[in-house]
T-cell receptor
Framework: AQSVTQLDSQVPVFEEAPVELRCNYSSSVSVYLFWYVQYPNQGLQLLLKYLSGSTLVESINGFEAEFNKSQTSFHLRKPSVHISDTAEYFCAVIHSGGYQKVTFGTGTKLQVIP | GAGVSQSPSNKVTEKGKDVELRCDPISGHTALYWYRQSLGQGLEFLIYFQGNSAPDKSGLPSDRFSAERTGGSVSTLTIQRTQQEDSAVYLC???????????FGPGTRLTVL
């Protein structure tokens, strides 16, 4: 079985400040890792994903996440946040060897303060 | 191309009534998933389809919940004798055969009065 932990349910941060949203997972097998974002009153959108290769992955809007196998982490970072980044962020994991249902974390609400 | 669509976008019903929620996945996506997102909660897995069969129904909360998928495409989630605790946003997602990404629909917000 696999699980995902997002310890921070809410993260307030001032505009243009850096932010890190934490995600830790547990799994006995190789996994794929994802961050999804949900803007207010919208559905979930894929932000970035790690499948293989470079452990640092980036999104088009300045977010990045680094897969750390030894620490079983996939923290999401952005060096300077914008008001438009206010949203809920979900970390997710899936077994890389075929179907397993995606396991989501409980989400972190990022509130960017002007 | 078109994304995952869900209908209705909002549904208000009275306790005890049955409701049907519809999901149209992306064309060619073989896998389809239903999730429930309650206020203040994360995403709760309900059921997974591969083609028209459902190898994983482990998340359905009670026998009042059922789902079907026809033609390897459209799926319907049915909730019978709705209860107030069924109020939530019901999300559908589909994924291609590689399984490595899920594409989500906008959800159906269900309110049971």
């Amino acid at each position: 079985a696999q699980s995902v932990t997002q310890l921070d349910s809410q993260v307030p941060v001032f505009e243009e400040a850096p932010v890190e949203l934490r995600c830790n997972y547990s799994s006995s097998v190789s996994v794929y890792l994802f961050w999804y974002v949900q803007y207010p009153n919208q559905g979930l959108q894929l932000l970035l994903k790690y499948l293989s290769g470079s452990t640092l992955v980036e999104s088009i809007n300045g977010f990045e996440a680094e897969f750390n196998k030894s620490q079983t982490s996939f923290h999401l970072r952005k060096p300077s946040v914008h008001i438009s980044d206010t949203a809920e962020y979900f970390c997710a994991v899936i077994h890389s060897g075929g179907y397993q249902k995606v396991t989501f974390g409980t989400g972190t609400k990022l509130q960017v303060i002007p | 191309g078109a994304g995952v669509s869900q209908s209705p976008s909002n549904k208000v019903t009275e306790k005890g009534k049955d409701v049907e929620l519809r999901c149209d996945p992306i064309s060619g996506h073989t896998a389809l998933y239903w999730y429930r997102q309650s206020l203040g909660q994360g995403l709760e897995f309900l059921i997974y389809f591969q083609g028209n069969s459902a190898p994983d129904k482990s998340g359905l909360p009670s026998d009042r919940f059922s789902a079907e998928r026809t033609g390897g495409s459209v799926s319907t989630l049915t909730i019978q004798r709705t209860q107030q605790e069924d109020s939530a946003v019901y999300l559908c997602a589909s994924s291609p055969p590689s399984y490595n990404e899920q594409f989500f629909g906008p959800g159906t917000r269900l309110t049971v009065l």
